[in-house]
């Protein structure tokens, strides 16, 4: 026999009304009463009629979380923060990969939008311009955009311009006068911001701003890393440490082709990452780098959007998040 509202009431001590306004995430009901009544539904098996719901609601209970690559071990552990979030929701996630193209998220940005099968999106990192997410605010479909400041929608971010300041002061703290610059050109990598913090932790310590000691990559591969390697010791053979916003798996690259010429990292070259990565923790020496905080970032998207979806919330909010620089060996 299928568990009723009743079943459920009698045993959690309220009435039926009180488990059918949880149920149906109706506002003024205490979040422990709330908490109380999921949990003993989840005990009783009880699955409500989402879809009989949905026509009554014009709701789909159903939150799209946008990724530009699943391959991504950044993307994945903002994932695993959406996903292990100690909060109770009533929603189901849909995930849509749009594989790093432009042209793919734009699309898929003007369906869900304008179809309504989803009843909020959480994007993380878009390619796309700003003045392409505002069909979300247009269609009036709640939007989280996570590692990304934006004007126009919710946003949680993370300050990289103090990370890069902080990477960047330490390895000056530690006797470099020469620190190279890795950035990457690819959109969706905050790279004016890193190189802000970077140019400010120089003059903060008093030494001038060289463009010539900046390298630009236009992936964030290790390929890329041993080929800045090449090009730092044809340039500027003096440099004795290079910070890499670029990203963790450019450092590794540099690290990998340094070891592969005899150079000896930290002793003769000092490197600093950017993400903390798994493979940071892999490679020997094992890499020094500023730490994201993803998980973080996808708890927060989360318990935002459903706090918008179900009217806690109004307004564009922004959450801004810290990094933690890291010590390892190679720094």
């Known amino acids: 026999m299928p568990v009723t509202l009743k ?77 292990s979030t100690n909060r109770d929701i009533d929603y189901t996630v849909q995930l849509f990969d749009t594989i790093g ?4 998220e734009s699309q898929l940005f003007q369906r869900l939008a304008r179809e309504r099968r989803i009843d909020g999106i959480i994007l993380i990192s878009a390619l796309v311009p700003e003045e392409e997410l505002h ?30 300041r902080d990477a960047t002061s330490y390895l000056i703290q530690k006797g470099h006068k020469s620190v190279a610059c890795v950035i990457c050109d690819k959109p969706n990598v905050p790279t004016q911001d890193r190189l ?15 463009d010539s000691l900046v390298y630009k990559t236009d992936d964030v591969a290790v390929d890329n890393g041993m080929q800045i390697f090449d090009q730092i010791r044809a340039q500027a053979p003096e440099t004795t440490a290079v910070f890499v916003p670029a990203g963790d798996m450019v450092a590794i690259g540099i690290i990998k082709e340094a070891k592969k010429q005899n150079v ?23 890499l020094t780098t500023v730490r994201q905080p993803k998980l973080e970032m996808g708890d927060y998207a989360i318990n935002m959007i459903v706090d918008k979806l179900e009217g806690r919330e109004s307004g564009i909010k922004h959450k801004e998040l810290h990094t933690k620089f890291i010590v390892r060996e190679s720094a």
Do not use: H, W
């Open 101 to 104: 193209q432009k042209e793919s």
């Open 264 to 286: 000896i990292v930290p002793d003769s070259l000092a490197v600093v990452g950017y993400d903390d990565l798994p493979a940071a923790e892999v490679i020997e020496p094992t």
């Open 135 to 164: 069909v979300f605010k247009d269609e009036n479909v709640p939007c989280i955009l996570v590692a990304r400041e934006c004007d126009i929608l919710d946003s949680v971010f993370v300050n990289n311009m103090q990370g890069a």
């Open 7 to 83: 079943d459920i009431a009698e045993k959690a001590g309220v009435t039926a009304a009180t488990v059918s306004m949880v149920i149906n995430n109706k506002p003024n009901i205490s979040e422990a009463t709330r908490k109380k009544v999921l949990k003993i539904a989840r005990e009783l098996s009880y699955y409500p009629n989402v879809i009989a719901r949905g026509l009554a609601t014009r709701k789909s209970n159903a939150i799209g979380v946008i990724v530009p690559n699943l391959a991504s071990s950044f993307v994945v552990r903002i994932l695993q923060g959406i996903k």
């Open 196 to 210: 802000n913090g970077y140019k400010a932790a120089l003059q903060e310590n008093g030494i001038e701003y060289n």
